[in-house]
């Protein structure tokens, strides 16, 4: 259980110095222990303290890493129940599973098919990041064949999921440097596969049968020494998998349980007898609280709107989506295409882009950090005023890209158009629709 606000005072230098944030070393305690401060915003605590410190300064869910590299998923690292109380870290991993005795042009077949499943949306790369091995014959050539060339040949991260120490070790010999996860230890086995994981360095799952099961192994496997796990209480019908779901994640967070301390694994594709019902199950856990949800295949309309959910669910609700500040080319622009400026808040770049994607005509299309803000929104708090988009645009660069002097603002910042032109001399500014959908039109019909 992580130390109260007091405690941790009590190992604080006290100088309150003030360069954490805060003014006392009693009120950087107070949000060290709720979670809201980092223990290295504190500059002269002593390293005896920041190793005892260290405890109260996680997270009350153990975030674990699967993989290495970039392509690393994490998950878990949480510290809320609801995301309107602060935010979701760690987006649910989505995983497809294999049978480890599919055959190798099979099994070409399907990584080349599933590592094209990735989509553009708002200036983020979606993809899923998973495979899960499964052993069905207990032949260690071929679950250890297959996890080598899933490692070497996909950017996948890899969960081997089999109960026999000496196949999980085959598998594991075989792709040890992309630190794949382990399922699974149960009673029976948790020793061995608690010292394969160990001594190997990757996280492992925990299987047991209920919630109330899973506490005498995780502290056994966490006195071995086993640091990195993932839970799964054994429930394979949706209600009381839910409902696990909801006790796991309350115990660490609500009752100081580090037990249960731990992000989830689930199996959609052990719950249904078809792909569409497996991802009604999947949207249901990726909302409550799974770290990671296993389908029985990837199929693009399956996966597509699993991975918008992910996105909105994981998406800090106190700050807006965005896109970075610039000037983006669409459908290959040159020196005489128009020009158009916009907010960076995501949704307006996400629209209007498709819109003017959309007309064919080759264009210029300025995004302006707004703080998040839409257009209307920028403008009611002075963020997308005429004098500020008119120093944006002259230090932009655009004026090197185009041999015009003309740019297209939005319909409903109409009103910014003098200030802009008082800003921007030469320039002239047009006013463009209201709608983005009439973008195309407007472009069409104006821009010769």
Same mark, same amino acid.
């Given at each position: 259980?992580?130390?109260?606000?007091?405690?941790?005072?009590?190992?604080?230098?006290?100088?309150?110095?003030?360069?954490?944030?805060?003014?006392?070393?009693?009120?950087?305690?107070?949000?060290?222990?709720?979670?809201?401060?980092?223990?290295?915003?504190?500059?002269?605590?002593? /390293?005896?303290?920041?190793?005892?410190?260290?405890?109260?300064?996680?997270?009350?869910?153990?975030?674990?890493?699967?993989?290495?590299?970039? $392509?690393?998923?994490?998950?878990?690292?949480?510290?809320?129940?609801?995301?309107?109380?602060?935010?979701?870290?760690?987006?649910?991993?989505?995983?497809?599973?294999?049978?480890?005795?599919?055959?190798?042009?099979?099994?070409?077949?399907?990584?080349?098919?599933?590592?094209?499943?990735?989509?553009?949306?708002?200036?983020?790369?979606? $993809?899923? +990041? &998973?495979?899960?091995?499964? /052993?069905?014959?207990?032949?260690?050539?071929?679950?250890?064949?297959?996890?080598?060339?899933?490692?070497?040949?996909?950017?996948?991260?890899?969960?081997?999921?089999? +109960?026999?120490?000496?196949?999980?070790?085959?598998? &594991?010999?075989?792709?040890?440097?992309?630190?794949?996860?382990?399922?699974?230890?149960?009673?029976?086995?948790?020793?061995?596969?608690?010292?394969?994981?160990?001594?190997?360095?990757?996280?492992?799952?925990?299987?047991?049968?209920?919630?109330?099961?899973?506490?005498?192994?995780? /502290?056994?496997?966490? !006195?071995?020494?086993?640091?990195?796990?993932?839970?799964?209480?054994?429930? $394979?019908?949706?209600?009381?998998?839910?409902?696990?779901?909801?006790?796991?994640?309350?115990?660490?967070?609500?009752?100081?349980?580090?037990?249960?301390?731990?992000?989830?694994?689930?199996?959609?594709?052990?719950?249904?007898?078809?792909?569409?019902?497996?991802?009604?199950?999947?949207?249901?856990?990726?909302?409550?609280?799974? !770290?990671?949800?296993?389908?029985?295949?990837?199929?693009?309309?399956? &996966?597509?709107?699993?991975?918008?959910?992910?996105?909105?669910?994981?998406?800090?609700?106190?700050?807006?989506?965005?896109?970075?500040?610039?000037?983006?080319?669409?459908?290959?622009?040159?020196?005489?295409?128009?020009?158009?400026?916009?907010?960076?808040?995501?949704?307006?770049?996400?629209?209007?882009?498709?819109?003017?994607?959309?007309?064919?005509?080759?264009?210029?299309?300025?995004?302006?950090?707004?703080?998040?803000?839409?257009?209307?929104?920028?403008?009611?708090?002075?963020?997308?005023?005429?004098?500020?988009?008119?120093?944006?645009?002259?230090?932009?660069?655009?004026? /090197?890209?185009?041999?015009?002097?003309?740019?297209?603002?939005?319909?409903?910042?109409?009103?910014?158009?003098?200030?802009?032109?008082?800003?921007?001399?030469?320039?002239?500014?047009?006013?463009?629709?209201?709608?983005?959908?009439?973008?195309?039109?407007?472009?069409?019909?104006?821009?010769?």
């Amino acid at each position: 259980m992580g130390l109260t606000g007091i405690q941790i005072f009590k190992l604080l230098p006290k100088t309150n110095c003030g360069e954490c944030g805060v003014p006392t070393c009693l009120a950087f305690a107070m949000n060290l222990a709720a979670g809201k401060a980092e223990l290295s915003a504190c500059p002269y605590v002593s /390293d005896e303290a920041r190793e005892k410190l260290a405890e109260a300064s996680a997270p009350p869910i153990r975030q674990v890493t699967i993989g290495a590299g970039l $392509r690393a998923l994490k998950i878990g690292g949480e510290t809320v129940m609801f995301r309107h109380e602060k935010t979701f870290y760690n987006p649910t991993g989505i995983a497809a599973l294999l049978q480890s005795d599919i055959a190798s042009d099979a099994l070409d077949k399907k990584l080349k098919m599933w590592n094209a499943f990735q989509y553009e949306r708002v200036g983020l790369n979606l $993809r899923p +990041e &998973l495979i899960a091995l499964k /052993d069905v014959n207990g032949n260690a050539a071929s679950f250890s064949a297959a996890a080598k060339k899933i490692a070497e040949e996909s950017e996948f991260n890899l969960v081997l999921m089999t +109960e026999n120490p000496d196949t999980m070790k085959a598998g &594991l010999d075989a792709c040890a440097f992309k630190k794949p996860l382990l399922y699974a230890a149960t009673e029976k086995n948790a020793d061995q596969m608690g010292s394969l994981a160990k001594e190997k360095n990757v996280p492992l799952a925990v299987k047991a049968g209920s919630v109330e099961k899973l506490i005498p192994l995780t /502290d056994k496997l966490t !006195g071995m020494g086993v640091k990195d796990l993932v839970l799964d209480s054994g429930s $394979r019908e949706p209600k009381p998998l839910f409902q696990d779901q909801v006790v796991i994640r309350r115990a660490p967070l609500k009752a100081g349980n580090r037990s249960l301390g731990f992000p989830t694994i689930t199996f959609p594709c052990e719950m249904a007898s078809n792909l569409d019902v497996e991802t009604v199950l999947a949207a249901m856990l990726i909302a409550k609280y799974a !770290g990671i949800v296993v389908l029985s295949d990837y199929k693009g309309e399956n &996966l597509f709107p699993l991975l918008l959910e992910r996105l909105n669910i994981f998406t800090d609700p106190q700050r807006p989506m965005t896109v970075t500040q610039g000037i983006y080319e669409i459908n290959g622009p040159n020196e005489n295409s128009p020009v158009l400026v916009t907010t960076n808040f995501s949704l307006t770049y996400f629209i209007v882009s498709g819109e003017v994607e959309g007309s064919r005509v080759p264009s210029w299309l300025m995004i302006m950090d707004t703080e998040g803000l839409s257009v209307m929104t920028a403008w009611a708090a002075g963020k997308f005023s005429g004098d500020a988009v008119g120093a944006f645009v002259k230090k932009s660069g655009i004026a /090197d890209k185009v041999a015009h002097k003309k740019i297209i603002i939005p319909g409903y910042a109409a009103s910014i158009s003098g200030d802009m032109e008082e800003e921007l001399p030469g320039w002239e500014v047009k006013i463009g629709p209201r709608d983005a959908s009439l973008i195309p039109k407007f472009l069409r019909d104006t821009w010769k």
